[in-house]
Structure formats: C-alpha cells, structure tokens
C-alpha cells in the first residue's frame, strides 16, 4: 500500500456506497443486471480503505452503523409498504419474496462490509454483520406482520384439512421465516406460530371427534383418527418443522383417543368386547396401532382381552363339567375334548397376540393370567392337573387317541406344555404323569419311545431338570431292563438245566426313579416261584450287591384254560393268575380258603374275585350268584365258559388313584417347604415371618401355589425340631439354628 494513498472522506465513500447498494436494490426487484467484478472490487475496497485510514479518519465505527441504516431506509421505504397493502396468501407471498431478497441483500453487504466483520467486529465483540441484517428484518418486518401471517397460514392449514388443494411450498416457505428469524432459536417458531397451531388443531378435532362419537361406530372412528393422524404426519414433512410432529400427533391423539376412550372402547354393538367376539382382526390391528402410541392407552383393551377369554375359558370349563354329569359313564371322554378346546382357544388368541397386538407384553400378560383363571378349574372331580396328564397318556398310548401323524403328535405336545405353564399345581401334574408314563412303559402300552423323549425334553425346557429326572431315568431304566431281559435268554440258552419251564420276562427297575407300588408277599404256584429263584440266581452272578424287591401287583400273565368248548389263553395279571391255578387241584373253593392259600389279604381278594366271577367273563362261577363278592361265598372253575375269540384280556376294575397321588404329592410339599425354609434361613441366618413367607412363596411358585396356612406350620414343626427359634424380645422374628 503506498504511503501518498488518498484520504477517503466519510461523505465521498458513504455517497459512493449509496450507488452500489440502489445497484443491488435494483438487482433485486429485477431491473439491473449483476455487479460486475470491477464494481465489486471497488465497493468493497472503498470500506476497506476507509476502515484502515489513521484515525481520526479510520470510519469502522460509522461505515457499521450506517450498514444497519441502509437496511432501516430500505425497509421502511420499500419493503413495509408493499406488504402492508397486501392481505391473506398475497401478503404470504409478498413476505416470502421480501424474506428471500433481503436475505440476498445481506448476503451481498456482508460481502462489501467484509472488512468490518474481520477486524473491527472481532475487536469490539460487536454483532455480526449477517446478524444485524437479520435483526433489522426481524425487529421491523417480523414483529409488525408476524400476528397477521400467522392467522393467514393456519386460515390456509384449517382449508387443506377440509378437502382444499393448497400451495404448501408457500407455507413451508412462510414457516422457514419463524424459523430462521430466530437464529438457531426455537422460540419465535414455538411461541408466535406452534402454540397457535396446536390450540387451534385442538379445538378442530374436538368438534369432530364429538360428531364421529355420535354417529360412527368404533371401526368406522378409528379409520377416520388413523386418516387424521397420518395427514397431519404428511403436513410435517411438508411444511411444519419437524420439531412440531410430536407435539401434534399428541395433540389429534389426545383429543380423538383420550378423550373418547371409555366411550369408544365401550361402544355397544362395536367396541373391543364386540369386535373380539366377531373376530374382527383387522379393527383390533388398528385400534392396537392407534392406541400403543397413547401413554397407557392400551389398558383397557387388553383388560376386555383379558375378560374376554376368561369368559371363553370359564364356559369351555362348564360345558364339560355339565357334559360329565351328564354322561357319567362316558370314561373321561369328555375331559379329553376339553383339553383340546382350551388347546385351540389358546392357539386362536395367541395369533391374535402375536398379529393384531404385535407380541406387546401386556396382552401376554392379560392372556396369561386368563387362562390362569380357567385352567386351574376342576372339572367333575379332576384337577387340571391330572387332565392334562391323561391327555397327554391319550396321546401317547398305543391305540389311545386318534391316528395322528407324528408332527400333529409332536405340535400338540408342545402346546400341552405351554398349558402346562397356567397351572399353579405342576407338581401334581408331575406325579399324575409320573404314573401313567410307568404304565406304559411297564405294560409295554407306549406307542413311541421317541415321543416319550420328546415331552420330557420340553418339560425339561418349561420346568427344569429336577421336574423331568425321575421320569428319564424310568424311560432309561426300560431300555437298561431290554439288555437285562437279553441277557437272562442267553444265560438260560446256556444252561438249559435251570430253564423253569415257563417263559419268563423281568423288569429290573431302580426304586428311586419309580413310584412306590405295593409287594406283598402272595403265595407263588410251584412254576412261578422255579422262575423267580432261577432269575435271582442269574441276577446274584453280575449284581450280588443289589437287593432285589418283587413287584407282582404289576405282573401279567398268559395261561391256557381248558374249557369243555375249547382252549382259550386268557391274559390277567400275576395275582388272578395265582388264584386260577388254585383251581388246578380244588374243584370249589370258599373265599377263606382261597385267601389262606394265596396269602392275599381283604383289600385285593374281593376285587380279584370279582373280576374273574362277576365281570364280563365269568371263568369262576360263584355261590351265591351275586354281584359283588363277600366272605362266605364259594368258587368253583366254570367248565361250560366259552367265548368266540381264542384269547382274551381279563380286566381288574379300576382302582382311583387319584387319592393316592395327591397324599403323595402333599407329602413330597411338606417336604419341599421344609426345604425352602431352611435353605432361606441359612442364608439369611434372622429374618421376620411375613419375610420369610414371602421369599418361600416365591422359592415354591414354580412348582405349586403354597398354602400360607402350611408354611406356617411348616415353621412351628421346624421349630420343634431345633431347626429355627423365635427371637425372645420379638416373637415375629426368627434365628436360624445351624
């Protein structure tokens, strides 16, 4: 720069500047072309060289402020009066206009005035020059016409939401001015145009929400709020700002959701309990959709689910208590087509759960605790637990269900076990199963070794591997009692001198995995008891440390009877087979007699008796000739009997076990309890009753629903045995003793 530069006065320069900005300005309403860069060059040096003459002729500070006076003259000379003359869309499109050319005024001035913006600006940490320009728009365009634009653009918003095509790049262009004016700041947007917004679509959907209550039914309303909801989504993305979504959808919710809830959702002929009732998936679909994005919306639609199929439930129960009193004779029968009713509704709302409610916890929730409700019903006498166990013995027996193919077999296990998880009594479910699963497999009834280990690993799956151990040791135990049997043929093969003389097939099974059945110490014929003795010779030589413990309550039997017609062989069990070969030598026997000689005592004989005399074959003819069996009556073998087929299967009338097994099962929970208690005690070492209960109900919950009333006994019982005491000062709290 040389030293001789010519001083530029502030009139000369400003008067200068003057020409360029009337330039720009008639760049801007189209009249002028372009700066060129000569002209550019120059208007921007003139501030420069004005901004670094010595002072007192450095002008920064008066080249600023008329920076801010250039904009103030042109905004109050051409600007305000354009707009003001005009109303409604056209004052919306004059805004527009003048918001984009003064933005490119400052653009160009900022450039001009660069200067300034780097040096003296930075110095003073004085505004911006882009941000004077805009406050110049903002404090005299802004304020006076924000009110007005306002009321313009929600007078064009409430014509789109009636029906009209509107100019939605002009809103969006009007609402980027609330935007932008703020710089960087929310609150003109919010305050001068938001809140306006809101309240005004509040009190839209508030009219119409009343009317469509009125008249629509529940689907018809929730397609026209699914509608409303996804136009006012659209209007976002197309000219609100994104901020606003929120605050919107949760305006048209709350005054087409909330509000309307109870009365929606109740409808008469249309709400939740109608539209479950008539299967209408796609409304359920819908009203999920609308009403999970309500804070606690969905409440009460999954408390009439809840309601809804434990009425289902609870009347599938009645149906069969009514079935079975009515047909008491039909075997269970009944039973058997409940289970596969509850199986079918369980699959039908779990569809429903998983389709229309899109797997949202609270419904599994509210499905759960309904079929809770039902599913631990009695029917004619039956737990659930003990029907379910039947059922799956149905399924599982040779010739016990319908043909069903493998998959349906291993499909309706699997439900089965999902049922399972509603019942509070698992434990006597287990010991039901436990049961049944020993009859089949010790009278060879199981229809497939591969299903059996299917189920247990299921139930292992749902319930643990202590709920499952004992029945997968009895399935292992059989395939053990197979090598065994094989083994005993072989060494009889070998020592053709001990054969008995009757074919012989044991069982040897491990006492612990196995429910406890009766031994009894009957009388043996001759050949049955060769046979015994030669299998526990075989079985001392490879186990002589193992105690073997005959079980002939479980045995069965082929023997040959010889009746005047013809011979029958006749399948019973190993106690009738003892009482008929009684008859080998006696003609006529008293009951006295018989029970001397078979060692049999007054709980089996009469019932033994009874099915050789009084059932459906009469291989023993009795006298007197009665229906039931007392202690004065005399046998004799029945020569004349005859029956079309060459072998038959005598049956023993059923015992109820159902006794048996809950007394069990009492008894395995006395001891479990027992077992949470000191497990908790131990680790806690003092704790208080209501404590103590607590954390033993929740220990237990998994397998059975303790009673409190047995707990608590439970504690006195261990307290007598020196497990616990009580605190002397607090008689509420207890000490563990170790």
Known sequence: MSKDRKTTELEEGWEYMQNGISKLKGILDGSLE??????????YTTIYNMCTQKPPNDYSQQLYDKYKEAFQ?????????SIREKHDEFM????????????????????????????????RSLPPLNEVGLTCFRDLVYQEVHSQAKDAVLDVIGKERDGEQIDRALLKNVLDIYVEIGMSQMDHYADDFEAHMLQGTGAYYSVKAANWIRED????????AEECLKRERDRVSHYLHSSSEIKLVEKVQHELLVVNANQLLEKEHSGVRALLRDDKVEDLSRMFRLYHKVTRGLEPVSNVFKQHITAEGTALIQQAEDAASSQA???????QVLIRKIIELHDKYMTYVTACFQNHTLFHKAMKEAFEIFCNKTVAGSSSAELLATFCDTILRKGGSEKLSDEAIEETLEKVVKLLAFISDKDLFAEFYRKKLARRLLFDRSANDEHERSILSKLKQQCGGQFTSKMEGMVTDLQLAKEHQSSFDEYLANNPSTR??????????????????????????????????????????????????????????????????????????????CLLML????DKLSYSEIMTQSNLSDDDLPRLLHSLSCGKYKILSKEPNTKTVNQNDYFEFNHKFNDRMRRIKVPLPLVDERKKVVEDVDKDRRYAIDAAIVRIMKSRKVLGHQQLVLECVEQLNLMFKPDIKAIKKRIEDLISRDYLERDKENPNMFKYLA
Not at 73 to 81: A, M
Not at 513 to 529: F, H, Q, R
Request: proline share 3%; aromatic share 14%.
């Open 34 to 43: 372009q700066f060129s860069s000569e002209e550019y060059m120059m208007l």
């Open 73 to 81: 003259v042109y905004i109050n000379s051409t600007v305000l009066p």
């Open 92 to 123: 919306l499109r004059e805004l527009v206009k003048r918001w984009v050319n003064h933005k490119i005024m400052v653009r160009w001035l900022s450039r001009f005035f660069n200067y300034l913006d780097r040096y003296f600006i930075a110095r």
């Open 217 to 224: 039914s529940c689907p018809d309303y929730m397609i026209k």
């Open 329 to 335: 004779a039909n075997g269970g029968v009944q039973e």
């Open 500 to 577: 008995p003389g009757i074919d012989l097939q044991v069982n040897v099974l491990t006492t612990g995995y196995w429910p406890t059945y009766k031994s009894s110490d009957i009388n043996l014929p001759a050949e049955m008891a060769r046979g015994v003795e030669v299998f526990k010779e075989f079985y001392d030589l490879k186990s002589k440390h193992r105690k073997l413990t005959w079980i002939y309550s479980l045995g069965s039997c082929h023997i040959n009877a010889k009746f005047d017609q013809k011979t029958i062989e006749l399948v019973v069990t190993t106690y009738q087979a």
């Open 583 to 586: 008859f080998n030598t006696s």
